[in-house]
């Protein structure tokens, strides 16, 4: 289990992101990659919670999102990356952080299609405890030609901004610009943590690979707690927060 020293917890409050190398081994790298091939191929059958983030009405899907891959395949939540993802989430937020949802996000090989700038807290209810993080794993190779992230400093210290729905049911976008942000290259079985409130988006994918992410989601229990009372599982609703 990867320790986080007082340096990086320090860098995820201030900064609002935070680059972890190599939390999965090989041997896991390949157990995440061959399942998600599974999900992507519809061995796994997903399809109430799948969908295409692009908003585009293309039969090719762009930018697959498929939530809740945990509901399907419950024996994730047993795995390292779930594990090892929540023991970092209880160390830079406290101990009564939970797994709150997580999902798989791939950018198809030569679509080119950005994610538009965005705070994840954005799709969410309005809750009296803010603290949220999500962990970003890297299954392929992320970088700047098939859409590594890109976060904005300290973005995450200033309210949500306004945030309008792309297409079709697309991604939400804000306002945003690379001028003023970083971009996070990751190796498989490496990942980065970024608060809710962080500010990020990444580029389309031009290349001739996939660019597999898969993502867990936390927060605390009792937000977690709150949220199912009010009917939110993160299934796949997607409406902009009052």
């Given at each position: 289990m990867c320790e986080l020293t007082q340096k990086q917890k320090h860098f995820f409050a201030e900064e609002g992101y935070l680059v972890v190398e190599n939390l999965l081994t090989k041997k896991e790298i390949t157990y995440y990659s061959d399942l998600y091939n599974s999900f992507l191929n519809n061995e796994i059958d997903a399809s109430k919670f799948r969908s295409d983030l692009s908003g585009s009405n293309d039969t090719n899907e762009k930018i697959t999102q498929i939530m809740v891959p945990s509901k399907l395949v419950p024996e994730l939540l047993e795995k390292s990356l779930h594990q090892k993802s929540l023991a970092m989430a209880k160390a830079l937020m406290g101990d009564d952080i939970e797994l709150d949802f997580d999902m798989l996000i791939n950018k198809a090989p030569y679509t080119d299609t950005i994610t538009p700038w965005h705070q994840d807290a954005a799709y969410w209810i309005d809750m009296p405890d803010k603290r949220a993080a999500s962990c970003w794993v890297a299954i392929d190779p992320a970088y700047k030609e098939n859409g590594c992230m890109w976060y904005t400093p300290k973005s995450h210290?200033?309210?949500?901004?306004?945030?309008?729905?792309?297409?079709?049911?697309?991604?939400?976008?804000?306002?945003?610009?690379?001028?003023?942000?970083?971009?996070?290259?990751?190796?498989?079985?490496?990942?980065?943590?970024?608060?809710?409130?962080?500010?990020?988006?990444?580029?389309?994918?031009?290349?001739?690979?996939n660019r597999r992410a898969f993502i867990t989601?936390?927060?605390?229990?009792?937000?977690?707690?709150?949220?199912?009372?009010?009917?939110?599982?993160?299934?796949?609703?997607?409406?902009?927060?009052a």
């Open positions: 210290q200033n309210p949500v901004l306004p945030h309008v729905q792309t297409g079709n049911k697309g991604a939400l976008k804000c306002e945003g610009g690379e001028e003023n942000s970083v971009f996070v290259e990751l190796s498989p079985g490496s990942c980065v943590f970024h608060q809710g409130g962080t500010l990020h988006y990444s580029r389309g994918n031009s290349t001739a690979d989601n936390f927060r605390p229990k009792a937000m977690i707690e709150m949220e199912r009372m009010q009917g939110v599982d993160h299934t796949g609703e997607r409406e902009v927060k």
